[in-house]
């Protein structure tokens, strides 16, 4: 089984900082892409930033300049700096990763989420 397990959530204040990090582990023989989802309270899951196995980051535009996504493919792990964070950052952050499994093949994966909140 291939498990995702994301920390570095919690509370802050509006203008704070935050740094998520997802570590894969199981029975993976290589991670593709990984990826940041959130999803707030009566929202539909959104994408906040993905980056590629090169390395390659993509992020939302409603989080450009202020989230940045990294990896280090040696821990299998995935991080999510949040700078200057807004009430409206407020989600359940779900780590992503497209991996290949032996016997299984190709997947996703997702992580169980982990709380962020920014009070105003």
């Known amino acids: 089984q291939v498990q995702l397990v994301e920390s570095g959530g919690g509370l802050v204040q509006a203008g704070g900082s935050l740094r998520l990090s997802c570590v894969a582990s199981g029975r993976i023989f290589s991670i593709k892409a990984m990826g940041w989802y959130r999803q707030a309270p009566g929202k539909q899951r959104e994408l906040v930033a993905t980056?590629?196995?090169?390395?390659?980051?993509k992020c939302a535009d409603s989080v450009k300049g202020r989230f940045a996504i990294s990896r280090d493919n040696a821990k299998k792990t995935a991080y999510l700096q949040m700078n200057s964070l807004k009430p409206e950052d407020t989600a359940v952050y779900y780590c992503?990763?497209?991996?290949?499994?032996?016997?299984?093949?190709?997947?996703?994966?997702w992580g169980q989420g982990t709380q962020v909140t920014v009070s105003s």
């Open positions: 992503s990763a497209d991996g290949v499994v032996p016997g299984k093949g190709r997947g996703e994966y």
């Open positions: 980056i590629s196995s090169d390395g390659s980051p």
